[in-house]
């Protein structure tokens, strides 16, 4: 039996911010109306293809605030210890092991988006539960915010996959982190 693929698929400015201190992205709207193609391996084509969603608890109450909940009919996993509203019937807030869960979701789903924050993605990376990185790098410069990588002290190499640039100035980076040891 194959088990699901985890991607960290985010956004970051060119100095590794995912955003501002208080947690705002509305650098990021400039370029939310890109019309690159879905056959380019744009986020469109990505999303046309995730079977379920994992992000945490302050990425969450972020996209609460948006108009309407972007995510369709997805099942949406939020990793949290707090009681939460939820958005659809298709959201389930969840608590315990980290691996224990990922375990989970790879049984029963194919291909799984990890949507963020930085300290989930962070802690996905440590635990070593991410197979793919598709990071979007903005040609912005924030100068502070929420750092995208943590500083763990561990120097880990990756292959790279892909590397796609737009005519908007985005860059796609595409790394297979699933063999991702430890550098010496």
């Known amino acids: 039996m194959t088990r699901g693929t985890v991607t960290l698929y985010i956004a970051a400015s060119l100095d590794g911010f995912i955003a501002t201190e208080d947690g705002g992205v509305e650098w990021l709207e400039e370029y939310a109306s890109d019309d690159e193609s879905e056959d380019d391996g744009s986020f469109e084509a990505f999303f046309a293809g995730v079977d379920c969603l994992v992000m945490g608890s302050r990425t969450y109450e972020q996209i609460l605030s948006f108009d309407e909940w972007p995510y369709g ?16 019937d298709r959201v389930e807030l969840v608590a ?23 300290a989930l993605a962070q802690s996905f990376l440590r635990e070593r539960l991410v197979d793919e ?14 750092r995208l990588f943590g500083d763990d002290g561990t120097e880990r190499a990756l292959e790279t996959v892909e590397c796609t640039s737009f005519e908007s100035g985005l860059v796609e980076l595409r790394y297979d982190a699933s063999g991702c040891t430890p550098s010496i």
């Open 73 to 88: 009919e997805r099942p949406t996993f939020v990793v949290t210890s707090r009681d939460l509203p939820l958005a659809t």
């Open 96 to 118: 315990g092991d980290l691996r224990e869960s990922v375990d989970g979701l790879e049984e029963r789903y194919d291909r799984i988006w990890l949507v963020g924050g930085a």
């Open 133 to 146: 990185i598709r990071l979007t790098v903005v040609p912005v410069l924030l100068g502070g915010g929420i």
